[in-house]
């Protein structure tokens, strides 16, 4: 049989090439490589499509989250509480800014325990971080009262939800400033490291363009300390593309995330969504007993399977600083014990989400 791809971006290529390519060989002949006409163009489309008023293009998410944090005045001593189950990026920019992260244990959803925030608030907290985790807004009203009760910022991580929606409104919406990510692999992707800033505020917005170019609002003339974390025109184009295909393409991931979940009910645990979320499934992540039990069965049979994230963050050797052991986020240790991420891309066919469901099932048992 064939082998089952992780992620498989040459089909999606395939099946938009004849878009590509024109956009990016256009680019090309114009020569307008750093900031060009293509990143406002995708910058003004990208908002609109997250309900918002301003998109700032940047380099990565990593820098799309630096910015953000820096943009809302996060600064030394600060204290950000943030998921320990998420990816390193959430919380790698608040170190360079002199601010501490403060982690706070998982829900049964995989998402930040506001109870658990609350309790962890400090005089120093300055912000909340929500992460939209494996394409699942997080609990957005919640924190929401939280920060307003504390008068706390209101930061969202919505790197792996384009196009996700919370009671209805868009992920990139429901904070007071929101980080995306266009890494190649994610449901919208650049072709190399891409990322956005979303939010209402003109001024913020304006600030977040003159940090991304140097600290320049005109060449040669630097108004603030800045950084080189600029979209590259090239990846803007590509995104512009791409984003016409979004929401189909995430229709498509629902569905087979609806097929696997039927498929694998009784053998190990599915994803639970909240009734308040519609998820965009920019991961599939199960949760089985014998997860490497299972991994290995799939890999006999020539299918991909990943981990988001087998080491927790309060377990990596470079936030040792922050003082964490074994045992101080137990629900977090548990996910990522237990956890295996299956194929997920809008091109997979239907006999392939069986194959993968069935080598699971014959396999998986479900955590106690």
Same mark, same amino acid.
């Given at each position: ?101 403060? &982690?706070? *244990?998982?829900? %049964? ?11 962890? =608030? @400090?005089?120093?907290? #300055? ?118 295909? &979004?929401? *189909?393409?995430? %229709? ?11 498929? =694998? @009910?009784?053998?190990? #645990? ?99």
């Amino acid at each position: 049989m064939s082998k089952i791809n992780f992620v498989d971006l040459k089909r999606q290529y395939e099946s938009i090439k004849h878009e590509i390519d024109p956009a990016v060989l256009g680019l090309i002949g114009s020569t307008a490589y750093i900031l060009g006409p293509d990143v406002a163009k995708f910058e003004s489309e990208f908002a609109a499509f997250c309900s918002m008023s301003h998109c700032v293009g940047v380099s990565s998410g990593t820098a799309a989250l630096a910015l953000a944090y820096e943009a809302v005045g996060i600064g030394p001593g600060d204290e950000v509480l943030a998921p320990a189950n998420t990816f390193i990026a959430t919380v790698l920019p608040l170190f360079r800014l002199g601010a501490k992260p403060v &982690l706070v *244990d998982c829900d %049964d959803y995989g998402q930040i325990d506001v109870e658990r925030a609350a309790a962890a =608030l @400090t005089p120093q907290t #300055k912000a909340i971080v929500g992460v939209d985790l494996f394409g699942h807004p997080c609990d957005a009203d919640a924190i929401r009262a939280l920060c307003d009760a504390h008068e706390l910022v209101f930061v969202e991580d919505a790197a792996q939800a384009h196009g996700a929606t919370y009671r209805g409104r868009p992920c990139g919406s429901l904070g007071d400033i929101a980080a995306f990510s266009f890494y190649p692999g994610k449901n919208l992707g650049a072709y190399g490291d891409a990322g956005g800033v979303v939010l209402n505020d003109a001024e913020l917005a304006d600030r977040i363009s003159v940090l991304r170019d140097l600290g320049q609002r005109r060449k040669y003339e630097h108004t603030v300390i800045g950084g080189n974390d600029r979209l590259d025109t090239l990846q803007a184009a590509v995104l512009r593309v791409k984003l016409r295909h &979004l929401a *189909d393409w995430n %229709d498509r991931r629902r569905a087979h995330a609806a097929s696997y979940s039927e498929r =694998l @009910t009784g053998s190990v #645990k599915p994803p639970t969504v909240a009734e308040w979320a519609d998820p965009v499934w920019h991961l599939y992540v199960i949760r089985a007993e014998n997860r490497d039990d299972v991994r290995d069965a799939l890999a006999a049979e020539d299918i991909a399977s990943g981990m988001h994230y087998p080491l927790p963050l309060h377990l990596q050797p470079a936030l040792a600083a922050l003082g964490y052991v074994e045992g101080d986020f137990p629900a977090t240790e548990e996910w990522a014990r237990t956890l295996l991420s299956l194929p997920m891309f809008a091109e997979l066919q239907p006999e392939e989400v069986e194959r993968v469901a069935d080598v699971v099932k014959g396999v998986g048992v479900a955590p106690a």
